[in-house]
């Protein structure tokens, strides 16, 4: 194994520095740590580091892809309690767990084993989160045939010894995938509104919505994308009394480039209701993930917040605590960052609108 561990890990810090786009970052990835730990099915996503929720997801199977048993998978991840859901892993100084050690060796204590891994004939589990500049960018979740032997301690070293390098490269997709200038789609002013039923089912929705919908290219359910569903489904479960990490909302790219903000919040009555509000996103809400793709130090953040309030050097190094000559330090490193020479570059380049990469299977 070692011979070809170390040929997969020099091949994938290759890749990820090659600015390839998510989809295939992923594809390539997943080729080369097959090589090293065999597995029957997988599944790759890239994540909004916001959130968590998927943005983009490669699917590796001897099976079909299945939308139900997709959509299993991401019910139990938002609305069930059990082992090794990805929010906890990316808690994780490891960032990798399996199944097996989560329960303690009893997989039938995980929900997930027994009512899913039965439908696709797995086995062993294992989960990992691929982080880069402090936020996870991707994820990945690994699995065995019935019968098969569980990931070894050299397996998940393995995987571990590479996932930084994996979310280096995603964190970089993401970079490469978001366009300048996208032309708007349909009329900015009046946003999309989806009602779905507490089980998930569409109940109403509005033409602006239907207008939004025709611009998604990606795998749906019921009629809707899967990114719309899994919004909605954090907004069931936040209804129903789960404390998830992140807010009940997404960002997607749409065909035409516009940059999509997607929420979702409980409506009150007799029957729960989810309604999803779809909108452009303001450019605001962006520039906090742009600044993150860019691999600013916390530091560095800060003073970039000041400097789009329009502070000058002395107000910034008063209210930071530090020194004229340390802010001049961090701007000049901060200009390098992001490929601008003043503060309205900074500012154009931050309050441009850009794009997430687009949720689309590869099969």
């Known amino acids: 194994m070692d011979t070809k561990a170390t040929t997969a890990r020099e091949s994938i810090a290759e890749l990820s520095a090659a600015g390839l786009g998510t989809v295939d970052l992923l594809r390539e990835v997943g080729e080369r740590i097959r090589r090293v730990v065999p597995y029957m099915t997988t599944a790759y996503m890239g994540t909004d580091p916001a959130t968590l929720l998927p943005t983009t997801l490669y699917h590796h199977s001897e099976r079909p892809f299945d939308v ?12 069930h309690e059990d082992y090794v859901k990805v929010a906890e892993i990316a808690r994780m100084s490891r960032g ?24 696709v004939e797995a086995e062993h589990e294992m989960r990992v989160v691929f982080r880069s500049a402090g936020a996870v960018w991707g994820c990945a979740c690994v699995s065995r045939e019935i019968g098969a032997p569980d990931f070894t301690e050299e397996e998940q070293d393995f995987i571990v010894s590479i996932a930084d ?18 032309a708007p789609a349909g009329d900015p002013a009046i946003p999309g509104i989806v009602v779905l039923s507490g089980e998930g089912r569409v109940e109403s929705i509005t033409p602006e919505a239907q207008e939004w919908l025709t611009q998604f290219d990606e795998v749906t359910q019921d009629g809707l994308p899967l990114t719309i569903h899994n919004v909605a489904r ?39 209701r989810i309604a999803v509000v779809l909108e452009p996103a303001r450019r605001a809400e962006l520039a906090p993930l742009i600044v993150l793709t860019y691999e600013l130090s916390a530091r560095e953040r800060e003073v970039t917040e000041l400097l789009l309030r329009g502070l000058p050097i002395e ?6 605590s530090i020194s004229r000559h340390t802010v001049r330090d961090h701007t000049k490193a901060i200009f390098t960052k992001l490929g601008v020479t003043s503060r309205p570059e900074l500012t154009a380049k931050l309050y ?3 794009s997430l990469p687009d949720l689309k299977v590869a099969v």
């Open 234 to 272: 954090v907004a069931r479960a936040r209804a129903l009394g789960a404390h998830l990490p992140g807010p009940a909302r997404g960002r997607r790219q749409l065909a035409s480039g516009t940059w999509l903000l997607i929420r979702a919040t409980e409506l009150r009555g007799d029957e729960l």
């Open 352 to 354: 441009h609108e850009h």
């Open 96 to 119: 990798l767990q399996t199944l097996s050690e989560a329960t303690g060796g009893d997989l039938d204590l995980s929900r997930r084993h027994r009512e899913i891994h039965p439908q």
């Open 165 to 182: 390098d994996v979310g280096d490269g995603l964190r970089l997709a993401t970079k490469f995938d978001m366009p300048l200038d996208p």
């Open 68 to 79: 139900d048993i997709q959509k299993a998978y991401f019910d139990n991840e938002y609305l």
């Open 315 to 320: 107000a910034i190094a008063s209210d930071l």
